[in-house]
């Protein structure tokens, strides 16, 4: 249980501020997209604001900034609430927040740029660079105990090596750490491992995870492995490549008005003032360089901290970290069946890596592999591999660094997965479909791919009017009586995705089309994913960059392929237009799942082609039905 001695304590530990970097560089900026050009839904991320707004409205928290990227561009940003309570001011996005312990990852990249330029291996003692942790020994309940290993660095860096807080708990070990006054803001790096190394570890290394000190003695660590100050090293080897002009050690005094209010929970509910930003210890430079909780940084900063892990450790052409570096942060450092642990509960599925934890969980798709860390006053950033985002949240709360997790969680899981819906995804389209003349206007509809929407049955035979595309106008001839439909092929028999994009504002875009469709995955098995995807990505991301209503389709069958092979060329390529359409929330027609669906029912596929990768009419007509579910016809006596 944490006292209010012990918050007092800890806010004084880590109100850790000193080197400042004030020169105003002007560089490149991360661009910005649309929610649809990264392939999120704008009307999920539009929830952001709200919900933070409503946190705001409750007085759980002051004021907040949040932030999201995809692909590199930026897809959200929104304030709420004010920076300064007391004086009225509200939240600016240039807002100066204390990031607390979210300079630990930012400590944990200065030392890996380091273990890139050979000075460490992550198995090196510890005391092979800091002498004052040889002969360490272990508290136990019978006395202490010599260590069965030196810690390494590895344990150094994932919590695991027995060292402790001593702000978190009241352990005999917890008690020496405070009565040596190891996080004292006056002492000198070099003194706080001095008094640190003779005081025993909690535990044997490499059996536990306990949040603690060991990334403040990296700041040492790298003292002496660079023989250079620590604020020094941060500056020149991290904040002036990334341009992160307003994060250090504390606040200078031009900056004063930028600088957030801190708050935390009152005890009859809401919040009062915690931190004075007018009187604060971050406007003073501390002789203490906390690697583990001491800087202040902007959500513009921080986002390019983050996109550039996101990046495999390079921004703006700046590499920080080799790839395989960043990969080796993000991996669980920790023994077989631990997890990361606050106090009695125990975080099953949050391993911990290299100064960042991370995620071990599979589920769901979109967080798989992500990677995180929180400061103390509720700052949080997270990073998505899998889905290639970032999120970033800034606020200025004490001590509740999980009450904005979920929420975001939740939305951006949403945004990233929830595809789009037949019902009302072309309802634009349709509306304009049952206009009567004079008031309606041609629809073009463009079907982009390869021999099958070209109509190839029997090659070199071109069957049009079997094809789906001229049935597909057909049907919604039918459906739409009064309306003007251009269904346009763009396909090329024997063409793959690479050449379709390359042609595609050309061919594609000139005819301003009101709706694609993209079916390319049949030709596509010899590029292999890769290369395919980036082009049917550059396709989609044009296609909305004018506007224009996307349907991707997943190939027809081959009859050499094995279907119900997960490994098989045909299904990966099929599995990735589905994973398409969610992520950029598009129209998906499922050719293949469609063509299996009549193989359960006891249809043979040869009855479906009209030779062994090209079917037939009524293969055609398959593909039909599931497009003509995109058009759902008016209601009766809309036409």
Known sequence: ?????????????????????????????????????????AESLAKIQPTMQAFVDRDQIAGAITVVTRH???????????????????????AIFRIYSMSKPITGVALMTLFDEGKFQLEDPVCRYLPEFKNQRVHTPAGEMPVEHDMTIRELMSHSGGLTYGVFGNSPVDQQYRAAK???????????????????????????WLYSVSVDVQGRLIEVLSGMPFDRFLRE???????????????????????????????????????????????????????????????????????????????????????STVELMRRNHLPEGVW???????????????????????????????????????????????????????????????ILTDPLTDILVEAIETPADPADYLSG??????????????????????????????????????????????????????????????????????SGAQR???????????????????????????????????????????????ILLTPTPDQRADLEDPDDPLVQHADQVRTLAGEFHVGLVDSLAAFKRAMQGGRPLTDLMSQVNHPNRAGHELVTEELLRWFPPPAAGSQ
């Open 182 to 208: 190891i996080l004292d803001r006056d002492l000198p790096l070099v003194e706080m491992v001095r008094r640190l190394g003779p005081i025993p570890l909690e535990f044997q290394p490499g059996t536990r």
């Open 1 to 41: 249980m944490l006292t209010r001695h012990h918050l007092r304590l800890l806010a004084s530990v880590l109100l850790l501020p000193s080197l400042f970097l004030t020169g105003q560089v002007t560089g490149s900026e991360l661009p910005h997209a649309t929610p649809l050009e990264v392939g999120l839904s």
């Open 237 to 323: 080897r991290l904040f002036t490549p990334l341009e992160m002009r307003d994060t250090g050690f504390f606040v200078p005094t031009n900056q004063v008005d930028r600088f957030t209010a801190c708050y935390q929970a009152s005890a009859n509910g809401g919040l009062t003032l915690q931190d004075d930003p007018t009187n604060s210890a971050f406007l003073r430079e501390p002789v203490f360089k906390s690697g583990g909780g001491g800087l202040v940084s902007t959500s513009r900063d921080y986002l390019r901290f983050a996109q550039m892990l996101l990046n495999g450790g390079e921004l703006d052409g700046h590499r920080i970290l080799e790839r």
């Open 340 to 402: 990361v642990q606050w106090g009695p509960l125990v975080a099953r599925g949050t391993g911990f890596g290299l100064d960042v934890a991370v995620r071990t969980e599979t589920e769901p798709a979109a967080r798989r592999n992500a990677f995180w860390w929180t400061g103390m006053a509720t700052t949080r950033f997270c990073v998505w591999p899998e889905a290639d985002l970032v999120v970033l949240s800034m606020t200025q709360r004490i001590m509740d660094s999980g």
């Open 429 to 498: 389209v349709c509306a304009e479909l049952t206009r009567c003349w004079p008031t309606n206007r041609t629809i073009n509809l463009v079907c982009h791919g390869h021999s099958v929407p070209a109509g190839y049955f029997k090659t070199p035979r071109v069957d049009t009017f079997n094809a789906y595309p001229y049935l597909l106008h057909r049907g919604l001839k039918e459906r739409f009586p009064h309306a003007v439909i251009n269904v346009i092929v763009t396909a090329i028999g024997g063409e793959n995705s690479e």
């Open 72 to 94: 590199g561009k930026i897809a959200h940003t929104s304030m709420v609430g004010a920076r300064d309570r007391e004086r009225g001011l509200p939240m600016t996005e240039d």
């Open 504 to 550: 595609f504002e050309r061919d594609v875009l000139a005819l301003r089309p009101d709706v694609v469709l993209i079916d390319y995955s049949l030709n596509d098995r010899g590029l292999g994913l890769e290369r395919t995807e980036a082009a049917w990505r550059s396709m989609i991301t044009q296609a909305a960059g004018h506007g224009i209503k996307v």
